[in-house]
């Protein structure tokens, strides 16, 4: 970090992005003073080391925005030096702010609201500088703002809220879970602590009755054929293969599949599905089983051409 040899102000800090740390002249400027032991210096411009003697941090309000503290955190104390140097990279990091140089004005605004909250100058030697920045002299708990390396929840005054919308926010635990939560994150603006009635609730942890089993007994294949048709697929393949087919035989489970491109294909492949049964293993499809969706309702006519089907809703059969 590079230092003039001129004199300044014991509140007069001034922005260097080429420091690592924070350094100030004037012990008064920090808080919770440790002893610095290490072998480490600060280097100036003309190469000379100037000793460490110790490290603190401290707090400043903002101007235009009080309630809000800047910390200075790793704060050196250097007696030798003579400016008090603001690290551009550790306060941006530690108050979740960003710098704005201009000709004449140097700018420190919030990462979150844009808000400008501290104003500096171009002094008479050409340097930004942020004049009179008073620690605060409080011992009261002051309110940072929250750093990048560690989590942090913003609070803000309001009204009760109800248990229902708490009950959603947290994914619809159930009561004792709802109960720990509050007690463990110290959640004081419930009203209606005891559960209500939920819609969702019901509708999503409830179960089907059972369904009864079937006592048909298939003992031959090709007595019954399920087929179901599966797409469009969500995202269109190279290959250009957006929907399969299915047949499934009741006795065996047995399963042919079979790519398409589109719904239009469902009954020539069905065609095809039907003459290699015939072909291969000389037997009839006595029946076929489908969930009546539009793709099958084209196969009327050409089972009306063939002389061992008959039609009827959601079924194939043999006559």
């Excluded at 109800?162 to 419930?190: C, E, Y």
């Excluded at 797409?231 to 790519?259: E, K, N, S």
């Excluded at 006595?286 to 959601?314: I, S």
Aim: glycine residues 6%; charged residues 15%; aromatic residues 14%.
């Amino acid at each position: 970090m590079i230092a003039s040899s001129s004199s300044s102000s014991n509140n007069t800090w001034y922005p260097d992005s080429g420091a690592s740390n924070h350094v100030t002249n004037v012990s008064q400027n920090i808080q919770q003073f440790t002893p610095f032991e290490g072998p480490d210096q600060i280097h100036i411009g003309n190469g000379q080391g100037l000793h460490i003697n110790s490290t603190g941090v401290t707090t400043f309000p903002s101007a235009t925005n009080p309630k809000f503290q800047f910390a200075l955190n790793n704060l050196l104390f250097v007696p030798s030096i003579t400016k008090n140097l603001i690290s551009v990279s550790q306060f941006s990091k530690d108050n979740s702010v960003f710098f704005e140089f201009h000709p004449s004005v140097c700018l420190v605004k919030s990462q979150d609201t844009k808000e400008i909250l501290l104003q500096g100058l171009v002094g008479p030697d050409g340097l930004y500088q942020f004049p009179a920045l008073l620690p605060t002299t409080s011992t009261q708990p002051v309110q940072h703002f929250k750093t990048a390396t560690s989590p942090s929840v913003n609070t803000t005054s309001q009204k009760s809220v109800s248990f229902a919308t708490w009950h959603s926010r947290l994914g619809h635990p159930n009561v004792d879970v709802m109960k720990l939560v509050f007690r463990n994150f110290n959640i004081q603006s419930v009203n209606n602590i005891e559960s209500t009635f939920c819609v969702s609730c019901c509708l999503g942890k409830s179960h089907r009755l059972p369904s009864n089993f079937s006592k048909t007994v298939y003992t031959t294949s090709f007595e019954l054929i399920f087929s179901n048709l599966w797409g469009p697929a969500p995202a269109t393949p190279t290959c250009g293969y957006q929907y399969y087919l299915t047949f499934v035989d009741a006795h065996t489970r047995f399963t042919w599949i079979y790519l398409l491109k589109n719904k239009a294909q469902t009954l020539g492949i069905f065609k095809q599905f039907h003459t290699m049964v015939k072909n291969q293993y000389n037997q009839p499809i006595k029946a076929l089983q489908t969930d009546w969706g539009g793709e099958y309702r084209t196969f009327t006519t050409y089972l009306n051409d063939v002389d061992y089907f008959y039609f009827e809703k959601k079924l194939f059969s043999k006559s």
